[in-house]
């Protein structure tokens, strides 16, 4: 059909139906409906398992970051959730991630310290800037330079994401429901009717740290 898709499971038929079934089709193996639509194989599939959460809850109840994550693992976590390419730079330590030739990510757990945001700050060109998530910082740093940003783990990632929960209980908008032919009539006319007529509710937050 031309087309790409994402499919999402949760159980373990993942592992012994779906990505199965796909290795099978892209072989060409003649089940379902490969036959009658004289499938011949093809085509390919990328397979991805969900991080475990990046916060948990601590004895006390406070929010702690997971231990399953190492400095590179948080790093990347945090460039990724905030909308950075992660990618260290083999000569300074605190460009860890990139969204664009100029606007940087670092996450770090040590204290930033007014020292340490000083020597940062020498480094950054002009035209540069920097978000810094950390978990604490030296109250002098707070606006300290106009180009660089300090957001707090895990304050930054409350608002945005779900968060130590096992049952992936995500807040996702109910589907209404649709009689077979309201769905013979959409594929009939081509997915635009689909998308033109559908009401689009607010896209859901996918993400589980």
């Known amino acids: ?13 993942a592992y012994t139906h779906c990505a199965a ?34 916060l948990n809850h601590d004895k ?13 693992m948080l790093a990347a976590a945090m460039a990724k959730h905030q909308g950075f390419t992660f990618s260290p730079d083999a000569e300074l330590y605190w460009k860890q991630g990139h969204s664009s030739e100029h606007d940087f990510i670092f996450t ?13 700050h020498d480094q950054l060109g002009e035209d540069e800037s920097l978000l810094i998530c950390c978990t604490k910082f ?16 895990p304050k930054v990632l409350l608002d945005t994401c779900e968060f130590d929960r096992d049952d992936y209980s995500l807040n996702i908008v109910s589907v209404p429901n649709i009689t077979e032919e309201e769905i013979d009539d959409m594929e009939f006319n081509g ?11 607010e896209e859901p937050n996918l993400f589980n740290i």
């Open 60 to 72: 006390y109840g406070n929010l702690v970051i997971n231990k399953d994550y190492n400095a590179d």
């Open 108 to 120: 770090t757990t040590q204290l930033i310290t007014a020292e340490m945001l000083e020597t940062i």
């Open 138 to 153: 030296q109250p002098e740093c707070r606006n300290k330079y106009s180009n660089i940003t300090i957001k707090k783990i």
């Open 1 to 13: 059909m031309g087309r790409r898709w994402i499919g999402v499971e949760l159980g373990d038929h």
């Open 21 to 54: 079934r796909m290795k099978k089709v892209i072989e060409g193996e003649q089940g379902g409906i490969s036959k009658s639509q004289n499938w011949q194989g093809g085509g390919g599939f990328k397979f991805y398992e969900l991080a475990p959460s990046l």
């Open 191 to 201: 997915d635009s009717e689909l998308e033109s007529e559908a009401d689009q509710p």
